[in-house]
T-cell receptor
Framework: NAGVMQNPRHLVRRRGQEARLRCSPM?????VYWYRQLPEEGLKFMVY????????ESGMPKERFSAEFPKEGPSILRIQQVVRGDSAAYFC??????????????FGAGTRLSVL | DQQVKQNSPSLSVQEGRISILNCDYT??????FLWYKKYPAEGPTFLIS?????DKNEDGRFTVFLNKSAKHLSLHIVPSQPGDSAVYFC?????????????FGTGTRLQVTL
């Protein structure tokens, strides 16, 4: 039973380019979460999605960032016109349910984005 | 506004001794608390959780204690092993409608020495 898969593991972009981060949840999981970790900081919630729906995007920057979780395929976190401050580790997690009692979120290994 | 706080960035404990990692929170609406362990270049791994209606949960060498009046929880690892060396994140969940996002602390780096 494969875990949460994120790719790429490392992504290097120049300022102004677009970054696309992919996340395939664990089998049977329909809830996906994206977090960002800046150096020396904890993980910050960005967005929570179910299939084809954004449930909570309160942690997403208002501009340049978007996320989707289509009916088929992985969840995508898209960052347009990247800036140096976007350099961070981006983690995806999935859970079988959004209910608290079952909301053990399982994390992928992360994508480390470096903006030159 | 940091709602979940881990005030000790690092902790060093000798192998075989008890490791105690602390976490404080400010939001009394949190329903559930979790501890995650993270090795370098890997994602966080779920370790143990506790409901806000409990005061203790034990799983093998790991025990989490919750003191709601003090808004404080702690993770005890006994006996500590070198493989426990990692960063430990405290996290909390507050159910708002159908959303249940995790709010993380900044982590405590545990080093278990021989």
């Amino acid at each position: 039973n494969a875990g949460v898969m994120q790719n790429p593991r490392h992504l290097v972009r120049r300022r102004g380019q677009e970054a696309r981060l992919r996340c395939s949840p664990m089998k049977g999981h329909s809830h996906v979460y994206w977090y960002r970790q800046l150096p020396e900081e904890g993980l910050k919630f960005m967005v929570y999605l179910q299939k084809e729906n954004i449930i909570d995007e309160s942690g997403m920057p208002k501009e340049r960032f978007s996320a989707e979780f289509p009916k088929e395929g992985p969840s995508i976190l898209r960052i347009q016109q990247v800036v140096r401050g976007d350099s961070a580790a981006y983690f995806c997690a999935s859970s079988p349910s959004g209910a608290v009692a079952k909301n053990i979120q399982y994390f992928g290994a992360g994508t480390r984005l470096s903006v030159l | 506004d940091q709602q979940v706080k881990q005030n000790s960035p690092s902790l060093s404990v000798q192998e075989g001794r008890i490791s105690i990692l602390n976490c404080d929170y400010t939001n009394s609406m949190f329903d559930y608390f979790l501890w995650y362990k993270k090795y370098p270049a890997e994602g966080p791994t779920f370790l143990i959780s506790i409901s806000s209606i409990k005061d203790k949960n034990e799983d093998g060498r790991f025990t989490v204690f919750l003191n709601k009046s003090a808004k404080h929880l702690s993770l005890h690892i006994v006996p500590s092993q070198p493989g426990d060396s990692a960063v430990y994140f405290c996290a909390a969940i507050w159910m708002t409608g159908t959303a249940s996002k995790l709010t993380f602390g900044t982590g405590t780096r545990l080093q278990v020495t021989l």
